[in-house]
């Protein structure tokens, strides 16, 4: 039954169009890089059974855990990689076989929240730490790996959205359901005093839908859902430096190149621009979507965009071209996604939709790429 679901959303998702070819020396050949052939991969989905969807997803700074939450209290965290093998066949040669990610392979953290788990974020400079979110029970929850039972609880008087750490590790930033921004800090609170997680007096003064710090840790980008421009700030000053003109329906979801030198942005209006960080001018568009922007994500070596939407595929685009080369078909839209640390293998989540005649709805965790 499944893989007549499949077929069915498959033949609906019309290929990219094709943007005029880019200038030569921009092209990967001109530039010395092999391409990666992302039509030879297949999607690899793990269904759970829920009424509720998996909302967010993401890979520990090491790369070698992934983790998902949305449909219960509970987070669940895989290590794709002891679900591949290498095989050796007759004819010579070794290939790599997938034995899929199964559910009852995660490890299970539960007890630091009261209801349902919207988002993770994991510590940038420790492969073992995390932190969990969620806006029915208001908290932000940070936990070890390395045990059960949560490290420590943060109760809020507001619902926690979206969560980011600094490049150090040491603050966090987060906005809520009301559209603001709130900070918390890592540290001491006085005199031989354990250092844990404490909340800043900057909280709630600026109005932001998304944030998150720049590769240093000097700035932040903030973004809003009825706002058409991008924000950039210094940190912790918040002065506000650049305030560059976006999208027309609003912008939604940013991502920064791992090498420095472009931000996307995407928004309501289904385009995505990619901005030269050192002019803060719009290098190009790219349009090949059909749906307005969820997520981006860049890959680790910043050659590749990855584009979530509201609709049932994942857009893979060249960076410096903004060519499509690969329209990856998915059970559902995605909220997010997130490209593996040093791998070319992405990762994104959802819920199957309600079709009559059909089983009923499955909460989604999907793979894409190889090297998993």
């Not at 070819?21 to 759970?48: C, E, V, W, Y």
Request: proline share 8%; hydrophobic share 35%.
């Amino acid at each position: 039954m499944s893989s007549q679901v499949n077929s069915k959303e498959e033949e609906e998702i019309a290929p990219p169009q094709r943007p005029p070819s880019p200038p030569l020396h921009m092209t990967f050949t001109a530039r010395g890089l092999h391409a990666q052939n992302f039509p030879a991969h297949k999607p690899r989905d793990l269904r759970i059974p829920s009424p509720q969807a998996i909302t967010h997803v993401a890979w520990s700074c090491d790369g070698k855990r992934l983790a998902g939450v949305g449909i219960d209290k509970i987070t669940r965290i895989w290590t794709p990689e002891t679900s591949v093998c290498t095989c050796f066949i007759s004819s010579g040669f070794n290939f790599m076989s997938n034995r899929q990610m199964e559910a009852r392979a995660a490890t299970h953290f539960s007890g630091g929240h009261a209801d349902d788990v919207d988002y993770i974020s994991w510590n940038p400079t420790h492969p073992e730490l995390f932190c969990t979110s969620s806006q029915k029970d208001r908290r932000i929850v940070f936990w070890d790996a390395r045990q059960s039972r949560h490290t420590q609880q943060i109760v809020l008087k507001v619902s926690p959205v979206q969560t980011n750490y600094s490049p150090d590790g040491r603050a966090l930033i987060f906005t809520s359901a009301g559209h603001q921004l709130f900070f918390l800090t890592y540290g001491k609170d006085g005199d031989g005093a354990k250092e844990q997680w404490h909340q800043s007096d900057k909280d709630g003064s600026i109005v932001a839908s998304t944030a998150m710090f720049n590769h240093v840790g000097d700035g932040i980008i903030l973004t809003h859902h009825s706002e058409h421009s991008v924000r950039v700030m210094d940190y912790p000053s918040l002065t506000l430096r650049e305030s560059p003109a976006a999208h027309v329906g609003g912008c939604v979801a940013v991502a920064l190149d791992p090498r420095g030198r472009y931000l996307a942005s995407g928004g309501y209006d289904s385009i995505v621009n990619m901005f030269d960080l050192s002019e803060w001018i719009c290098a190009r568009t790219i349009s090949t979507c059909e749906n307005a922007i969820n997520a981006l994500s860049f890959s680790y070596d910043g050659e590749y965009l990855a584009i979530a939407n509201t609709g049932p595929y994942i857009d893979i685009c060249a960076t410096e071209t903004g060519t499509p080369l690969h329209r990856v078909p998915a059970l559902a839209p995605s909220p997010t996604v997130t490209w593996h640390p040093s791998k070319y293998v992405f990762a994104y989540c959802g819920q199957t939709p309600r079709l009559e005649g059909f089983p009923p709805p499955v909460a989604v965790i999907s793979l894409f790429g190889g090297g998993i």
